[in-house]
């Protein structure tokens, strides 16, 4: 045999026993109030040490390196009530997620080969009535916390148009499963918008909610479980809004209001006045709250004909009521949808695409709010 054939063999069996014994990185596993992972949105840390993540789009964000992550959740609803929750990795997303039971579900994440550190968001698609979605940690071969940002923020109050109800009929189409399985928060306009115009944002929404009535009695509406931490009035727990410093406060509330109901239970004509006033006083708590924000009331793509028009006038003159009230701050701005016909998603809401539209209307609209 050739000597050197023989070393260039000999070496190939060192390198190939190198590397079959070579040890896997280890994964570390981060609590869930470890100082690495960032949170937007209404949340809570409860005293097991998970952070209940509350509100639609509520949110947890890091970095990690290497080239896969777990992620660990809980989900904490009535009977077999369950929360879903959208993983995006490196600004990708991999999926829209149940997670169900009381056990803590682990999700595997792959992230591919990557000198740099990988970027991870885990978004809840459901809302505060679904029950809570509790973060518990997360596991990787090294996770640090996200670049500080001072990104311009923007605060989205609404329904269940804000939340993303009835938009992703993807894997189950309306009519099946349970009535939030179409739920997609971080798909909705709000969330798209602070994307295109790459600023951070809020929701604060509810599904059925109005000013001053439900979609189908009466109460209790937005002004009255606001500041509760989980848009109810049964529980003490204020929430906890440091986080919070809207640059642009968005209000999208009134098709509630105008709904006929259910049938079932009695239900008044809608009242403009009474609209017109609490949401002055709505927006006056707002304004004591965050001095120096922009803002702008938005109609609703749900509602057509007579009711389009009398949400508009209402809108119109609660904007002008503002301005009367706060003649040295930015006048109060009125948007009106025009570019949804038809919403294709369920129950009448907007579809995914639809939120695209909306998006896509509003940008021009907050884009000048910004640069003013």
Excluded at 167 to 175: A, F, I, L, N, W
Excluded at 276 to 287: E, G, M, N, S
Excluded at 336 to 354: A, E, L, Q, T, V
Aim: with cysteine; proline share 6%; aromatic share 10%.
């Amino acid at each position: 045999m050739n000597p050197g054939f023989a070393r260039i063999c000999l070496l190939a069996v060192v390198l190939m026993s190198t590397t079959q014994c070579k040890k896997q990185p280890e994964y570390i596993t981060y609590s869930a109030d470890s100082p690495v992972f960032k949170y937007t949105g209404r949340v809570h840390m409860n005293d097991q040490r998970e952070l209940e993540l509350v509100s639609s789009a509520a949110a947890v964000q890091f970095r990690f390196s290497g080239d896969s992550v777990t992620v660990h959740l809980r989900n904490q609803a009535g009977g077999d009530d369950y929360n879903y929750v959208t993983i995006i990795v490196d600004s990708l997303v991999t999926g829209r997620f149940p997670v169900k039971g009381d056990d803590i579900r682990t999700l595997g994440i792959k992230a591919g080969h990557s000198p740099r550190m990988h970027h991870l968001s885990c978004v809840k698609a459901t809302e505060a009535i679904n029950g809570l979605l509790l973060f518990a940690g997360a596991s990787a071969t090294r996770i640090e916390a996200e670049e500080p940002s001072d990104r311009d923020q923007i605060l989205f109050i609404g329904n269940s148009i804000t939340c993303g109800m009835g938009g992703d009929t993807s894997e189950v189409p309306c009519g099946a499963g349970k009535w939030y399985d179409q739920h997609d928060a971080y798909y909705a306009y709000g969330p798209r918008l602070a994307r295109m115009l790459g600023v951070d944002y809020v929701l604060n929404s509810v599904s059925g909610i109005g000013i001053y009535r439900r979609w189908n009695d009466d109460g209790p509406d937005m002004p009255l479980v606001y500041d509760h931490l989980y848009f109810d009035t049964t529980s003490s727990v204020e929430w906890d809004d440091h986080r919070v410093n809207p640059d642009i406060i968005s209000i999208a509330l009134g098709t509630n209001d105008l709904s006929p109901g259910d049938g079932i239970h009695a239900r008044d004509p809608f009242n403009p006045e009474v609209f017109i006033r609490d949401y002055v006083d709505f927006a006056h708590r707002l304004y004591r709250r965050y001095p120096q924000a922009r803002f702008i009331l938005l109609s609703s793509p749900m509602e057509s004909g007579a009711n389009a028009t009398e949400l508009e006038r209402c809108l119109a003159a609660v904007q002008s009521q503002l301005n009367n009230s706060y003649p040295d701050r930015h006048p109060v701005e009125t948007f009106f949808f025009h570019s949804i016909d038809r919403p294709g998603g369920c129950s009448g809401h907007p579809s995914d695409h639809d939120h695209e539209l909306m998006a896509q209307e509003l940008e021009p609209a907050f884009r000048k709010l910004l640069g003013d």
